[in-house]
């Protein structure tokens, strides 16, 4: 089946916010991360909703330049990858010590199937930029066995050491976490990029006043922000991965703060001779993750780990997934390559307060 790639709101349709009146409800558009930024705001005034669009938007190409980019030499990310092989290894910021230590404790969870040092892999790849138009089909070649066997001997959360203090000296590293990447490896923040970003969009948004409720879209993480005057639950569309068109149901939320962070294999991907080659990678194999799943949505109250969550559980499969989930306290929606919806016990329950209610 062909599958068209679409950029809007990838993975999940956002059905909140109909119908609205008071407060104002305003929307904005706008992208970064590689991605498009949705914001839907509920504000008293229509002023402060544009200056918060503003400066979120500024908070997005900040996070991108100054923390997250493996392109940019202005990054942190760049700066720590350009540090492979130091003996002194790269002293963290407090951020980025806590979103790695974040993203090892998925990793040791879910037995190395979330790891974000698949850098060399995913650049031998390219799938991303090549599913984004950067870069044109025809420069599309698939990596040969040696090729990826040779990259992912640099690739492996178990080389990577944090610590909070230098090693080398054996004294306390003043102010914060050193870590030392072995020579060759490259950390990729690819999957939690979105998720962190709106986790600092939730801390911006407890500083505003005037917006009493928001629905963030970034690419296929969403932040659903508050309540709306009336109280009402937010509902969240679920689309089909076997038919981006149609949605499979809806998420019923009870008013507060959640994230919902999809990934698939049905939007950033290439086709070659009939095989889609996809960018969510088997750690154990360097090629794109091989299960019965064709989506998988989270639902969490932290965008790192949502966002970490969705791609162990793609690469996991639904077994193993669903008891990675539990680990977390989270929801996971699974569908399947048959059309098969299988989620967590959460979900399916009447009384909770969050459900899914299948179309
Ligand atoms: P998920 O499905 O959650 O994970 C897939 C991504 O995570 C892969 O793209 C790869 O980077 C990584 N990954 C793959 N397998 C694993 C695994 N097993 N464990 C851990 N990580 C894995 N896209 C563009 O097209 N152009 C840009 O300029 C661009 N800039 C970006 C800048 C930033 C700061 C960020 C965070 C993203 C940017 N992107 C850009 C998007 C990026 O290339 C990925 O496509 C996107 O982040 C994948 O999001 P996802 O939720 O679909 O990924
Ligand atoms: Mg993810």
Redesign the pocket.
Known sequence: MKLKIRVLL??VLFLAGCGQKEPIFTQYADT????VIQLNLYSTDTESAKNFSKETMELLNT??HE?????LET?E?FRLNASAGAEEGFPLSEDLAHELAA?LDV?EQSEG????T??A??RLWK???L????TSKEEFVIPSHEEISKALEKCGSEHLQLVAGDMVTGEAAEGGTRIYLPGGMQI??????????LSEIEALLNNQSDISAAVISA???ILVYGAKADNSTWKVGIVNPLDTSTSIGTLVLDPSNWYI????DY??YVEVDGVLYH?????ATGYP?ESEVRGVTILTRDGLLG??L???C??LGVEEGLQLVEKYDAEALFVLADGEIVMSEGLAEESADAKFIAE
């Open positions: 990838l993975g970064a991360m590689g991605t996070l991108e923390r997250l980019s493996w392109r990054s990310v993203c990793w199937a979330f790891d974000v698949l850098g892999v995913v799938i991303d930029s599913a984004s138009g950067e990729d923040l690819g999957a939690v990029g979105k998720g962190i970003a690419g296929g993480s962070t999809t990934s698939g939007e950033r960018h969510i990678l088997d750690p993750a966002d970490a969705s791609t162990a793609f690469v």
